[in-house]
């Protein structure tokens, strides 16, 4: 049943009201229905430490839409929510919070450190969760998953240790990228490459066999020199053949060191003499371990150099001892110069440090299923929206390396390794890893516990996150995977998630996927996802990526304060092409408020402008419309109605979601407010048009709900009730969106002609008004019009001229065969002549034109003058210099526009 709605939107009581009855009644509840298609989406889980950004916004804003249009479909769908545990983020938190009461991890102890983590949890973890609700997320709440609750870390468990026992895990000694701040190893993902400004240092070492004869070795890196054991040159340089074999002393510590041949040296970088530090550069490593040369490792974990470095040297920051081991070299005649250079460093995506390669114990993975995960893309099985990025991930694939997962932290999935007590581990053997009388490998761990000790680190947390699409579901526990509806719901429907992490995580879902859900059967059984949908980056308005830094992130919530989440969502949508990165503009939050409004004052007007009819179903809605009684502009509006859903439903197959906003932007202001609500306001007065009018607007407004709903769910979730849409206490997520069908069954059907016929009225309008605006005319309504028309269109005219004079402000529209010096537009019914000398002062009309006309002469022939000085345009910023340019075109632009009026006022 209808009912009054207030003269204003009040998004804040709406939302609340609204989001409150949704969870009462279970409206995100999954459920398995064999008489439904399933569709499921799994959030991408936010950090356990994190609070509401607008990439969150924006990733969830999408998902949310996606599901709320399956739900009309009739889909039975599912989001699944979670947070995740973000093992070193988390960690490094709580270490902030203990050094601020004079505590480090270690004086607690692993036991009591884990239980403060898992306090500050309980007391912060579930904020994001919460302000996801304030967002409109319609996810199933009751099914929010936690990487560190028993279930998911039992499967994180299990898959390593089904892994280990298939040959993907092994330990072993490598090379990794360590974290000095962290103090934890990372994979290659989570190392981000700087352009950095730094110092070549060009120095010498003697050659032992040849006293007083020097070689000379260029490097970024002299703080790593006292770990050198080696000096490498390649084979085919001439220069240097000869010293291949000889020795060259090492300047500090100082020992005699060899010098090789080995063809990955770079001839033309530096001097073509490559120092070989195998502990502290990958590269290194391998020219070391094919010539034999000793590992000579001269960095603490923390970063600062160790007594191998030397007495003078050891405690010191490697970024002080590099300026120190400078220093040294000078003062021994050593160093030779001192040269700029940019190069890319790795840096530490969490710590933002420098990187440093390190030789470390850990445990790596050979990726399972590596051709399969190509082959699902390739052949379109996993479609990627937009497509350009499956050659990212296919060229990331072709190049793959094994996976670090292993990190030094505490919290997070200890990895289920235990050694027997009193072996060294620092010798153990990939047989030994097999052997069970040394190494044991199991969820529950060793039967005798007293005799083993568990390995101290804990799993990548990426580890436990490329398990998500199927261990959310109770996997691998069948009872509860099958009371989850993992079979019904797996594989998900979309994926949606940012480009940086295809790597990180999208790839190893997939991977995941096809090694452990359905071994033996098709592809698209096994797959996690079929779409994967990649947002863009959301940055400010002069380009920047957002960052607490910059201070030029917005906080959500402040937004959904002041605009509403409605206005929010309709907002960032409104400028999120597909894959493309966002300039954000709060001015667009403001229009999505804006546009809410004139929904809510649409769906007034139409509550205030009759009875309310029978709107109970659609067909009720249809029931009311009398066919014969349709004027031009209601075919024409049914028409847009028709064709406005089938855009949108386009936009959903092909995800385009901003286009779908601008879709529905232009029918509901444009088409209908615009247009069709203020051409009918005379027929309301009709009694004989006035039920079929309101009629239409019923229809529309129901329909323009409908497909806004997804978007905006709060004000379109208010207005469905406040209009006595649907059945008592039905929601608008359970009634399909599209009405076509109906309304041929209904036996409505648009006739081109007419839709023409007002399509040309509306254009006619337009046309009209931005010619009086050319004149200021546009608030006058008297004024008179000349049609120079054929007769078909006049007959048109004639029919509307009430709508036409009322529509374009006209107090008169006369046809004449010609019309000489007045005004014209050409418009799909004929040209149109404005009388100016009825409407305007003509002599003050062109003074205030004249006096507009030299000022924009003086500016264009500065301008010119401007642009035409070398000195300006070789030394000012180009921005500068196409600013000035463009301002020039714009004023000869109005300059000749300007030249045209005066002309049609006949001066």
């Known amino acids: 049943m209808a009912t009054e709605i207030s003269n204003s939107y009040d998004p804040k009581s709406v939302e609340s009201k609204w989001y409150a009855a949704w969870q009462d009644a279970g409206c995100f509840s999954g459920r398995v229905d064999s008489e439904r298609e399933p569709y499921c989406i799994v959030i991408p889980p936010p950090n356990v430490t994190g609070?509401?950004?607008?990439?969150?916004?924006?990733?969830?804003?999408?998902?949310?839409?996606?599901?709320?249009?399956?739900?009309?479909?009739?889909?039975?769908?599912?989001?699944?929510?979670?947070?995740?545990?973000?093992?070193?983020?988390?960690?490094?938190?709580?270490?902030?919070?203990?050094?601020?009461?004079?505590?480090?991890?270690?004086?607690?102890?692993?036991?009591?450190?884990?239980?403060?983590?898992?306090?500050?949890?309980?007391?912060?973890?579930?904020?994001?969760?919460?302000?996801?609700?304030?967002l409109g997320a319609s996810c199933d709440w009751d099914r929010t998953v936690f990487t560190m609750d028993p279930h998911y870390s039992r499967a994180v468990l299990h898959v390593f240790v089904e892994l280990f026992k298939r040959g993907h895990i092994y330990r072993g000694r490598r090379m990794v990228n360590w974290c000095p701040a962290s103090r934890t190893a990372l994979?290659?993902?989570?190392?981000?490459?700087?352009?950095?400004?730094?110092?070549?240092?060009?120095?010498?070492?003697?050659?032992?066999?040849?006293?007083?004869?020097?070689?000379?070795?260029?490097?970024?890196?002299?703080?790593?020199?006292?770990?050198?054991?080696?000096?490498?040159?390649?084979?085919?340089?001439?220069?240097?053949?000869?010293?291949?074999?000889?020795?060259?002393?090492?300047?500090?510590?100082?020992?005699?060191?060899?010098?090789?041949?080995?063809?990955?040296?770079?001839?033309?970088?530096?001097?073509?003499?490559?120092?070989?530090?195998?502990?502290?550069?990958?590269?290194?490593?391998?020219?070391?371990?094919?010539?034999?040369?000793?590992?000579?490792?001269?960095?603490?974990?923390?970063?600062?150099?160790?007594?191998?470095?030397?007495?003078?040297?050891?405690?010191?920051?490697?970024f002080e001892a590099r300026k120190a081991a400078a220093r040294k070299l000078a003062e021994l005649g050593l160093l030779v110069a001192e040269e700029p250079y940019e190069n890319n460093v790795g840096f530490s995506e969490r710590a933002d440090v420098p990187i440093e390669p390190r030789l470390s114990e850990q445990w790596f993975l050979r990726y399972p299923r590596v051709e399969e995960a190509m082959q699902a893309v390739r052949d379109g099985v996993i479609r990627f929206h937009p497509a350009r990025w499956s050659k990212v991930y296919l060229n990331w694939l072709e190049n793959i390396q094994d996976w670090c997962i292993s990190r030094q932290v505490w919290w997070g999935h200890r990895i289920p390794v235990w050694y027997r007590k009193g072996l060294d581990r620092s010798k153990l053997t990939e047989a030994d890893l097999r052997d069970p009388e040394k190494v044991h490998v199991s969820l529950e761990g060793p039967p005798d516990p007293e005799n083993w000790e568990q390995d101290e680190d804990v799993l990548d947390t990426w580890a436990s996150s490329?398990?998500?699409?199927?261990?959310?579901?109770?996997?691998?526990?069948?009872?509860?995977?099958?009371?989850?509806?993992?079979?019904?719901?797996?594989?998900?429907?979309?994926?949606?998630?940012?480009?940086?992490?295809?790597?990180?995580?999208?790839?190893?879902?997939?991977m995941a996927g096809l090694e452990f859900m359905r071994p033996g059967e098709p592809l698209e059984r096994r797959i996690p996802f079929r779409d994967v949908y990649f947002t863009g980056i959301i940055r400010d308005a002069q380009g920047r990526k957002m960052s607490k830094s910059l201070?030029?992130?917005?906080?959500?919530?402040?937004?959904?304060?002041?605009?509403?989440?409605?206005?929010?969502?309709?907002?960032?949508?409104?400028?999120?092409?597909?894959?493309?990165?966002?300039?954000?503009?709060?001015?667009?939050?403001?229009?999505?408020?804006?546009?809410?409004?004139?929904?809510?004052?649409?769906?007034?007007?139409?509550?205030?402008?009759?009875p309310a009819g029978d709107n109970s179903s659609l067909d009720a809605i249809l029931g009311r419309i009398d066919a014969a009684a349709l004027d031009a502009n209601d075919h024409a509006i049914l028409s847009r109605l028709l064709e406005t859903e089938e855009a949108i439903e386009k936009c959903f197959v092909e995800y385009e979601f901003s286009r779908a906003i601008q879709t529905l932007y232009t029918f509901f202001w444009n088409d209908f407010c615009d247009w069709y609500v203020e051409v009918s306001k005379a027929r309301l007065q009709d009694p004989a048009q006035r039920d079929t009018c309101l009629a239409v607007?019923?229809?529309?407004?129901?329909?323009?709900?409908?497909?806004?709903?997804?978007?905006?769910?709060?004000?379109?979730?208010?207005?469905?009730?406040?209009?006595?849409?649907?059945?008592?206490?039905?929601?608008?997520?359970?009634?399909?969106?599209?009405?076509?069908?109906?309304?041929?069954?209904?036996?409505?059907?648009?006739?081109?002609?007419?839709?023409?016929?007002?399509?040309?009225?509306?254009?006619?309008?337009?046309?009209?008004?931005?010619?009086?605006?050319?004149?200021?005319?546009?608030?006058?309504?008297?004024?008179?019009?000349?049609?120079?028309?054929?007769d078909a269109a006049w007959g048109v005219i004639e029919r509307n001229e009430a709508l036409l004079q009322r529509m374009m402000g006209a107090a008169s529209i006369e046809r004449r065969d010609s019309v000489e010096g007045a005004p014209a537009t050409l418009t799909p019914l004929g040209t149109l002549h404005l009388d100016l000398s009825a409407s305007l002062d003509v002599a003050a009309e062109r003074e205030r034109l004249g006096r507009e006309m030299e000022k924009l002469e003086k500016a264009i022939q500065g301008a010119r003058a401007r642009l035409a000085n070398e000195s300006f345009t070789a030394k000012a910023p180009p921005a500068v210099v196409e600013g000035a340019r463009r301002q020039l075109a714009e004023n000869e632009a109005r300059r000749d526009e300007i030249a045209r009026l005066l002309k049609a006022l006949g001066s």
């Open 51 to 134: 609070v509401l950004t607008m990439g969150h916004v924006l990733n969830n804003t999408i998902q949310d839409i996606l599901i709320r249009r399956a739900r009309q479909e009739g889909k039975s769908a599912l989001w699944i929510p979670g947070t995740d545990h973000a093992g070193l983020a988390t960690q490094t938190r709580v270490e902030k919070v203990l050094r601020e009461e004079g505590l480090t991890r270690h004086d607690l102890g692993r036991e009591k450190f884990l239980e403060r983590v898992w306090e500050w949890r309980e007391r912060h973890g579930n904020i994001i969760i919460e302000q996801l609700k304030r």
């Open 187 to 318: 994979s290659d993902e989570e190392v981000i490459m700087k352009p950095q400004r730094g110092i070549l240092y060009r120095m010498r070492y003697e050659i032992v066999e040849r006293p007083g004869t020097f070689v000379e070795i260029s490097t970024t890196r002299p703080e790593t020199l006292m770990g050198d054991t080696g000096v490498a040159v390649h084979p085919e340089d001439e220069r240097y053949r000869d010293l291949v074999g000889l020795h060259v002393w090492r300047p500090f510590p100082r020992e005699a060191i060899p010098i090789v041949a080995d063809p990955v040296v770079d001839r033309e970088f530096g001097t073509g003499v490559l120092k070989i530090t195998p502990a502290h550069d990958k590269v290194d490593f391998e020219i070391g371990q094919r010539h034999n040369l000793p590992i000579r490792d001269v960095l603490n974990p923390d970063g600062t150099l160790n007594e191998l470095a030397g007495e003078e040297f050891a405690g010191m920051d490697r």
């Open 466 to 510: 490329w398990l998500w699409p199927f261990a959310t579901m109770g996997w691998p526990d069948e009872a509860a995977a099958k009371q989850a509806g993992l079979d019904y719901f797996y594989p998900t429907a979309t994926l949606v998630t940012g480009p940086d992490i295809i790597f990180f995580w999208v790839a190893r879902m997939i």
């Open 551 to 610: 201070g030029n992130s917005p906080d959500p919530l402040d937004l959904i304060d002041r605009y509403g989440a409605d206005g929010l969502r309709f907002g960032i949508m409104s400028i999120a092409p597909q894959g493309q990165d966002i300039r954000f503009a709060e001015e667009r939050v403001e229009g999505g408020r804006n546009f809410c409004n004139k929904l809510w004052n649409a769906c007034r007007f139409r509550r205030i402008s009759g």
């Open 697 to 790: 607007q019923d229809l529309v407004i129901r329909q323009a709900l409908l497909l806004l709903h997804p978007f905006i769910p709060f004000i379109t979730e208010e207005l469905w009730h406040l209009l006595g849409y649907g059945r008592e206490g039905q929601f608008i997520q359970n009634v399909a969106p599209g009405c076509r069908d109906a309304v041929a069954a209904a036996g409505l059907r648009t006739e081109p002609a007419l839709v023409e016929e007002a399509q040309a009225l509306k254009a006619a309008v337009a046309a009209v008004r931005a010619l009086k605006a050319e004149y200021n005319l546009a608030g006058k309504r008297d004024v008179r019009l000349f049609a120079v028309v054929e």
